[in-house]
């Protein structure tokens, strides 16, 4: 049996904007932006961050914030 991780919603947020800027130079908010108007190029490089977004209910200030 794998070990389950549990993050909280600081940690997402955290990876995903540590991740974002150091590999693309946005913030985790610009890059779901450019994620969701099919303009982020190379998702695959940065699809454990978008998977870690998708963790987060949809009404989230992140989510929200970036539609």
């Keep these: 049996m794998s070990p389950v991780v549990e993050l909280s919603r600081n ?3 955290k ?3 540590q991740g974002a800027r150091q590999r693309r130079g946005l ?3 610009g890059l779901i932006r450019l994620y ?3 303009k982020l190029e ?3 490089e940065v699809a ?3 998977a870690l ?3 987060l209910p949809d009404n989230d200030p992140l ?3 970036a539609a």
């Design 11 to 13: 940690d997402i947020l």
């Design 15 to 17: 990876r995903i904007e």
């Design 27 to 29: 913030s985790a908010e």
């Design 36 to 38: 969701r108007a099919g």
């Design 42 to 44: 190379d998702p695959c």
């Design 48 to 50: 454990d961050l978008l």
């Design 53 to 55: 977004a998708d963790l």
């Design 63 to 65: 989510l929200v914030g």
